[in-house]
């Protein structure tokens, strides 16, 4: 066979489907900021301002962009992302996940970060279950642990840990030594940097999309086009911010994007979230944990609600009349941080003939296909429905 014949290689790879990839994700979080919409990997209440792209002139190592957030009180936080379709969890020194830890760790350690209110992500294609299971454990328990001793005990725990993931574990110990000019880490550093690590998975390369499809209804409370083509015209809008390492705000997006949002939303996203998140935290406060200010500590539990939650889209929670299951669910919410949306309902607020009239009744007027548009680049948000028994 003659050596000018090119051997058979990845379709995916030689058709561009890492770039698609990559500026359909850009396109997503351009979305969030000209809705002004929920932000993945920051504080719920975080707000894009401005999305930098590919600008590693600027001293920034995670480059595919740097998503600059404000909240109502001007508190900042910034995202920065790497993007790559597909990627292994490795510990080889060339591989690319070590690329992408050295460059995390440089912005890590560098002085514009700021550990509580910054984070990194990488972003990926949907994630094989090997990683769903070993390696989205450990950024949780770092991300909810109270400090790095909790951690490591955590992590080190026979039945609350498994060998695969202490070597995910040891993998990203060794991966950061590497990163840090082959000094070990301390305990300490591994914890913060795994606390401000995330690891996103985003469907968009897929034709039928989950992501793509609550984009679209994001797009249909704010604009009377077709979502299609207002999500097209965002990947071409990223596209050209991408390869001039533009910076996009709501003030310089071109004339034809912001054409594509004139409709006024009839809605007042804010205000619903709040009222939701209002009223989740009255029946969240009144829900008793402690006997006489004491309080049981029931870890074995938690940790068993846990490892179903990353698996499962629905956990019932049963048990006798009296014997605490709405304290240990309480305590597991309160290992969420500020970046997870947690919703209460009571059993009885679901007494209505349609999920929308429930919104209604508590002076809300959003739909529940705008709700799910609102959160739709969230990974994670949590509805818990009180005392569900009565049913």
């Given at each position: 066979m003659s050596n000018d014949v090119k051997q058979q290689s990845n379709p995916f790879s030689t058709g561009g489907g890492g770039v698609n990839f990559e500026t359909r994700v850009q396109a997503a979080f351009a979305l969030s900021l000209l809705t002004k919409s929920c932000v993945p990997c920051?504080?719920?209440?975080?707000?894009?301002?401005?999305?930098?792209?590919?600008?590693?002139y600027d001293g920034v190592n995670t480059d595919d962009f740097v998503l600059v957030a404000t909240d109502k009180a001007s508190n900042e936080s910034?995202?920065?992302?790497?993007?790559?379709?597909?990627?292994?969890i490795s510990g080889a020194v060339d591989s690319m996940f070590a690329e992408v830890i050295h460059s995390a760790w440089n912005d890590f350690q560098s002085t514009d970060f700021n550990v509580e209110n910054d984070s990194i992500a990488l972003i990926t294609g949907p994630l094989p279950k090997l990683e769903v299971n070993n390696t989205l454990p450990i950024l949780e328990w770092a991300k909810y642990s109270s400090n790095s001793a909790e951690f490591i005990k955590k992590s080190k725990t026979k039945g609350f840990t498994s060998e695969a993931k202490v070597n995910k574990l040891n993998i990203f110990r060794s991966q950061l030594t590497a990163a840090?000019?082959?000094n070990p880490v301390t305990d300490d550093e591994l914890w913060l940097f795994l606390k401000a690590f995330q690891l996103v998975s985003f469907d968009l390369d897929e034709k039928y999309s989950v992501v793509a499809n609550l984009l679209c209804s994001l797009i249909k409370c704010h604009s009377d086009e077709s979502p299609s083509l207002v999500l097209s015209k965002l990947v071409t809008c990223a596209q050209e911010f991408?390869?001039?390492?533009?910076?996009?705000?709501?003030?310089?997006?071109?004339?034809?994007v912001k054409l594509l949002f004139n409709a006024r939303s009839k809605v007042n996203f804010e205000n619903d979230f709040l009222k939701l998140k209002e009223r989740g935290e009255h029946i969240f406060n009144g829900i008793s944990n402690t006997i006489k200010g004491f309080h049981i500590d029931r870890a074995d539990q938690i940790a068993k609600i846990s490892e179903l939650y990353k698996v499962n889209d629905f956990i019932f929670v049963t048990g006798a009349r009296g014997v605490g299951k709405s304290g240990v669910v309480k305590d597991f919410i309160s290992t969420k941080g500020k970046d997870v949306p947690v919703f209460?309902?009571?059993?009885?607020?679901?007494?209505?003939?349609h999920?929308?009239?429930v919104f209604t009744s508590i002076g809300m007027n959003s739909t529940l296909?705008?709700?799910?548009g609102y959160f739709s680049l969230l990974k994670e948000k949590i509805l818990v429905i009180e005392s569900l028994e009565k049913f």
């Amino acid at each position: 066979m003659s050596n000018d014949v090119k051997q058979q290689s990845n379709p995916f790879s030689t058709g561009g489907g890492g770039v698609n990839f990559e500026t359909r994700v850009q396109a997503a979080f351009a979305l969030s900021l000209l809705t002004k919409s929920c932000v993945p990997c920051l504080s719920q209440d975080m707000r894009a301002k401005e999305l930098k792209f590919q600008n590693k002139y600027d001293g920034v190592n995670t480059d595919d962009f740097v998503l600059v957030a404000t909240d109502k009180a001007s508190n900042e936080s910034q995202l920065f992302a790497q993007i790559k379709h597909e990627i292994t969890i490795s510990g080889a020194v060339d591989s690319m996940f070590a690329e992408v830890i050295h460059s995390a760790w440089n912005d890590f350690q560098s002085t514009d970060f700021n550990v509580e209110n910054d984070s990194i992500a990488l972003i990926t294609g949907p994630l094989p279950k090997l990683e769903v299971n070993n390696t989205l454990p450990i950024l949780e328990w770092a991300k909810y642990s109270s400090n790095s001793a909790e951690f490591i005990k955590k992590s080190k725990t026979k039945g609350f840990t498994s060998e695969a993931k202490v070597n995910k574990l040891n993998i990203f110990r060794s991966q950061l030594t590497a990163a840090n000019g082959g000094n070990p880490v301390t305990d300490d550093e591994l914890w913060l940097f795994l606390k401000a690590f995330q690891l996103v998975s985003f469907d968009l390369d897929e034709k039928y999309s989950v992501v793509a499809n609550l984009l679209c209804s994001l797009i249909k409370c704010h604009s009377d086009e077709s979502p299609s083509l207002v999500l097209s015209k965002l990947v071409t809008c990223a596209q050209e911010f991408n390869q001039n390492a533009g910076t996009l705000t709501q003030d310089n997006a071109p004339e034809e994007v912001k054409l594509l949002f004139n409709a006024r939303s009839k809605v007042n996203f804010e205000n619903d979230f709040l009222k939701l998140k209002e009223r989740g935290e009255h029946i969240f406060n009144g829900i008793s944990n402690t006997i006489k200010g004491f309080h049981i500590d029931r870890a074995d539990q938690i940790a068993k609600i846990s490892e179903l939650y990353k698996v499962n889209d629905f956990i019932f929670v049963t048990g006798a009349r009296g014997v605490g299951k709405s304290g240990v669910v309480k305590d597991f919410i309160s290992t969420k941080g500020k970046d997870v949306p947690v919703f209460y309902l009571r059993a009885e607020d679901l007494d209505k003939n349609h999920l929308n009239d429930v919104f209604t009744s508590i002076g809300m007027n959003s739909t529940l296909g705008q709700i799910e548009g609102y959160f739709s680049l969230l990974k994670e948000k949590i509805l818990v429905i009180e005392s569900l028994e009565k049913f």
